[in-house]
């Protein structure tokens, strides 16, 4: 896995720079293409620009750097084996019937165990 983990750190390096470049570029108030001055992307003047031509060659790099680290994640990840220590075992079969012992309907309630403390009604009007 190597080559994978190479590619990664590659992929990270170039997606920073990416960032990087992008966020240094003046502003030419058209998103998506829309509006700004004559001298935008689809001109002679702003397509020789350096910022532009670095945008694409990074954006070109990062493309292929995906598409690469698919390819090598395919080929190299086919043999992993599931981990199947969380797996739910199965219970045991329940009791279905009802226990021999059911008690009277007028028998006493149990006793309240002495550890445990009744509860007390707090006032909503404070």
């Known amino acids: 896995m190597g080559l994978f983990h190479f590619l990664i750190v590659v992929q990270a390096i170039v997606s920073a720079a990416l960032v990087g470049v992008i966020l240094m570029q003046r502003s030419e108030g058209g998103g998506l293409g829309m509006g700004g001055s004559p001298s935008g992307l689809m001109s002679a003047r702003g397509a020789a620009d350096f910022m532009t ?74």
């Not at 990062?62 to 599931?82: C, D, T």
């Not at 226990?99 to 028998?107: F, G, K, L, R, W």
């Open 53 to 126: 031509r670095l945008t694409t060659i990074l954006a070109t790099i990062f493309v292929l750097l995906s598409i690469s680290l698919a390819f090598v994640a395919a080929r190299e990840g086919g043999s992993s084996k599931i981990d199947t220590s969380l797996e739910r075992t199965e219970l045991p079969a329940t009791q279905t019937t009802a226990p021999e012992t059911a008690p009277a309907p007028d028998a006493a309630p149990a006793p309240v165990p002495a550890q445990v403390a009744p509860a007390t009604e707090v006032p909503l009007d404070k």
